[in-house]
């Protein structure tokens, strides 16, 4: 075995059900460039460094949702209990009360800012007054569509009137009447058409200035297929991402095209999913961004943080695209939400899960809030009987002024990994440096491979070779 050369962006494993599952890299995401043999390499996620700090009892709530406003050139949140705008600076004015502690939708006309807790909704108006709607039901979403607010109580959908966008005529209202479930979100597409997502249907609208209703139904785009909670839903690089499904079939992300719907789940993201409930999968949020022609949907699960990566999905296959996001050294879900690209600011800025501070993507360090980060993946299971004598990963040095700890270990069985090995990366400066791990050991029949780093700056692999005889 002079040499063997083995893939690291998705690695494998077995799990307690007797089967071989995929190990997302965490903290790593793929890009799809050959270097030194490799057709792709891991670079660390951007990290999170403050921007902001809304140091208020209710802020610890964490953050709630935001929208940058290009009419009003503001940038709004809420956090906590406080509807608030965000300065390019980070400064931070409250501006009303949303009060509860669900995720919020917002959107804008040209003459406001509308946001809704999940029963009532407020409007800010550019003469900075925040007017409550008064609304005939609940407001669970909503969107804005042709000159309208749009809003759902999960059953009905009603909008403001034409010439007025702050009163409703309650006698004018409509239903989605494809399938007897619920109406769970709307979303507005980039073509101008009124998505209404039920939990196992999609329906149409088109704008028809109809006096009862001013949308119809576009029956003939109808799709059998829904989402499982009101922010399960996301456009990223004009396609639509779903969390959901059809009827009789388990939850799984889809893309919405052609007037059906597209997998790009695999069985190990899948079997992540399945392990909430349905109430839980209702709090489950579609976040996208794209940044540096990088396009991700970043899915924020009670307790896990996965992510997507399209832009390689489409060059290498989506089973190769998701990874994990988590903060700290233990497995803690990613403390960043409710990505908005601020304009002015030239910044994705994030708020917090249990804070009132906001962050923005850090290019430099992969720090989250100051905390140093885990990364790790795995390699395949690869079939060689052999002594391993040697194990070269490429990555690059002496860039990073933070001490940057890498610990490998070996699997031979699937399910128990040997002691680690504990390299340093070389330091600031040391630009020619490698990451070499000697004296491996005989491997019988199979073997793959774990390698971790812990550290405030950011990491990146590419080649991994062994070396035997």
């Known amino acids: 075995m002079p040499e063997m050369k083995i893939p690291i962006i998705r690695g494998e494993q077995t799990d307690s059900q007797t089967d071989y599952v995929d190990f997302l890299p965490k903290n790593l995401l793929a890009v799809a460039k050959p270097i030194r043999g490799a057709d792709s390499y891991l670079v660390s996620h951007d990290g999170l460094k403050q921007f902001s700090n809304y140091d208020v009892a209710s802020a610890y709530l964490g953050d709630r949702g935001g929208l940058y406003n290009e009419r009003q ?29 669900q995720r919020c939708s917002f959107s804008y006309s040209f003459q406001s800012t509308m946001v809704s807790n999940g029963q009532s909704a407020w409007r800010y108006l550019d003469s900075g007054v925040v007017e409550e709607m008064v609304l005939p039901r609940i407001a669970i979403d909503q969107v804005w569509i ?79 297929a829904g989402i499982v909670g009101t922010h399960a839903k996301t456009i990223l690089s004009g396609d639509v991402f779903i969390l959901g499904g059809r009827k009789n079939e388990s939850p799984s992300f889809y893309i919405v095209a052609a007037g059906d719907i597209k997998p790009v789940s695999t069985r190990t993201v899948d079997k992540i999913v399945a392990r909430y409930t349905n109430e839980e999968l209702a709090s489950a949020v579609l976040e996208s961004r794209t940044d540096e022609r990088t396009a991700l949907l970043i899915v924020r699960l009670p307790s896990h943080t996965l992510c997507f990566n399209w832009t390689f999905a489409q060059a290498a296959g989506f089973e ?14 990613w403390i960043g939400c409710n990505g908005v690209f601020d304009p002015v600011a030239r910044k994705w800025i994030y708020g917090s899960i249990n804070s009132g501070k906001t962050f923005e993507l850090d290019k430099i360090n992969g720090a989250h809030d100051g905390q140093a980060v885990e990364y790790e993946f795995q390699t395949p299971i690869v079939a060689v009987s052999a002594r391993i004598s040697q194990i070269e990963i490429d990555t690059i040095t002496g860039y990073s002024v933070h001490p940057q700890s890498v610990f490998m270990s070996i699997c031979q069985n699937g399910v128990f990994f040997s002691n680690e090995w504990i390299e340093m990366l070389p330091a600031a400066g040391n630009y020619g440096g490698r990451y070499i791990v000697r004296r491996i050991g005989f491997v019988p029949d199979q073997v793959h491979f774990k390698v971790r780093a812990m550290s405030k700056g950011k990491v990146n692999f590419s080649r991994f070779v062994g070396y035997g005889v």
């Not at 749009?150 to 009905?156: A, K, L, R, V």
């Not at 149409?204 to 109808?222: G, H, L, R, V």
């Open 320 to 333: 190769n695209a998701w990874s994990i996001l988590s903060t700290g050294i233990d497995n803690n879900i």
């Open 146 to 224: 042709n000159g309208f607010y749009m809003f759902t109580d999960g059953e009905y959908l009603f909008h403001t009137k034409a010439l007025d966008e702050s009163a409703i005529n309650p006698l004018q209202y409509a239903t989605a009447e494809i399938s007897p479930d619920p109406v769970v979100g709307l979303l507005t597409t980039q073509d101008d058409l009124l998505m209404v997502f039920g939990r196992f249907s999609t329906q149409y609208f088109y704008y028809a200035a109809t006096d009862q209703f001013a949308f119809s139904n576009a029956s003939q785009k109808a799709i059998n």
């Open 73 to 101: 050139n503001r940038h709004f949140r809420v956090t906590g209990n406080s509807f608030v705008t965000l300065s390019p600076s980070g400064a931070v004015t409250e501006i009303g009360i949303v009060p509860g502690v």
